[in-house]
């Protein structure tokens, strides 16, 4: 499936290519009647032909019958309506920016096929335009999928890199890299599209974490069952921040303060110890001396298993495949994980400047 704009393009670019076609036709055929009807040579017959389509007003190269000069007529008349054509459909493709759109849909279509280890979003209503920001603050690489046009223009007026299409679609999943991706985002306003997204998505990269967005709790359940790794509904979620705002303001400000917006001081992130980078594994976290050398602190640990545990002692041990939970500066971050390896194949995401 292609997007309408690209629909557009394609149109245009076949009709281009019909028109000229045809005039290669009716230059063939009047080439071979002249050479082969009136027995010129072939200069002479495709002289002439070319001349008679171009409508230059020479002469004849050779005298014409009546037999001639009708089909030289019709050639003309022919040659009149392809040029025409011709001629009507560039116009409007230079007036309505066809060619300009064909440039820029390339472009975009390299960029997407360039993109590594990256997030989508499908949907950019009030939910999407959010993620996005946060994304764009944190600087991760994303791309934007929605159906509508006004929408994919937003979102590329905010710089955003985005592509028009179905998102419950295979095709347009595979066009903005699900096989290389490693999150997507189903931020869509209808649950069954959300459950078709997850569907599609886990289908096609079974490894790709996928987080989506839940009216009720029946469509919570479903997408769950359908494979979504998290499933986030605006109305249970915003009311327990409410709650958690009301009875711990300071507590929220504070978590709010390190989990979003571009200006903050601190920040949190997770990394996870691969025992083939990692030199840390197997020892406890007062051997590691992670704090004394980096500043950063580890809040919980997740073990492969799933357990957590949190706030972590000195004597806790470094185990293959845990999650570390830190908090930090950004430098601080930045320090904890060069000591700790190359653990992840991009580096430590640099939040952008607001």
């Not at 590594?116 to 603050?137: D, P």
């Not at 046009?149 to 979102?155: D, I, N």
């Not at 905010?158 to 299409?165: D, N, V």
């Given at each position: 499936m292609y997007s309408t704009l690209e629909k557009k393009y394609k149109l245009i670019q076949k009709e281009l290519t019909i028109g000229t076609i045809?005039?290669?036709?009716?230059?063939?055929?009047g080439t071979l009647w002249y050479r082969f009807v009136e027995n010129w040579s072939w200069e002479d017959a495709a002289y002439m032909t070319v001349i008679t389509l171009a409508t230059v007003g020479y002469g004849e190269t050779h005298p014409l019958g009546s037999r001639g000069r009708l089909f030289t007529i019709a050639l003309i008349l022919l040659g009149v309506v392809n040029i025409g054509y011709i001629v009507n459909r560039f116009t409007e493709a230079v007036i309505q920016g066809y060619f300009q759109e064909g440039i820029r849909l390339r472009q975009?279509?390299?960029?997407?096929?360039?993109?590594?280890?990256?997030?989508?979003?499908?949907?950019?209503?009030?939910?999407?335009?959010?993620?996005?920001?946060?994304?764009?603050?944190?600087?991760?690489?994303f791309v934007v999928i929605d159906s509508e046009?006004?929408?994919?223009?937003?979102?590329q007026g905010?710089?955003?890199?985005?592509?028009?299409?179905d998102a419950t679609l295979d095709d347009t999943l595979l066009r903005v890299g699900i096989e290389r991706a490693i999150c997507i985002v189903a931020a869509l306003p209808s649950d069954a599209e959300n459950l078709y997204t997850v569907l599609s998505a886990k289908t096609l990269n079974p490894a790709i974490r996928a987080i989506a967005r839940a009216s009720t709790e029946e469509a919570l359940q479903k997408l769950q069952r359908g494979g979504a790794d998290a499933v986030i509904s605006p109305y249970i979620t915003g009311g327990k921040r409410m709650a958690a705002a009301a009875l711990r303001p300071q507590v929220?400000?504070?978590?709010?303060?390190?989990?979003?917006?571009?200006?903050?001081?601190?920040?949190?992130?997770?990394f996870l110890l691969d025992p083939a980078f990692c030199p840390f594994v197997g020892q406890t976290l007062q051997k590691a001396k992670l704090r004394s050398q980096t500043g950063g602190l580890i809040l919980a640990i997740r073990r492969i298993d799933g357990n957590l545990i949190g706030g972590p002692t000195?004597?806790?041990?470094?185990?293959?495949?845990?999650?570390?939970?830190?908090m930090g500066t950004a430098e601080q971050l930045r320090s904890l994980n060069q000591i700790l390896g190359p653990i992840r194949s991009q580096k430590l995401r640099k939040p952008k400047s607001s």
């Open positions: 045809a005039l290669g036709g009716v230059f063939l055929i975009q279509r390299r960029l997407m096929e360039s993109l590594l280890e990256h997030y989508i979003i499908c949907g950019f209503s009030r939910t999407g335009r959010q993620i996005a920001k946060e994304f764009w603050a944190e600087g991760v690489p046009v006004e929408s994919v223009q937003k979102a905010e710089g955003y890199m985005a592509y028009q299409g929220m400000d504070f978590v709010d303060g390190i989990l979003t917006g571009a200006d903050r001081q601190l920040y949190m992130e997770e000195g004597e806790t041990v470094l185990m293959p495949g845990d999650t570390l939970i830190c």
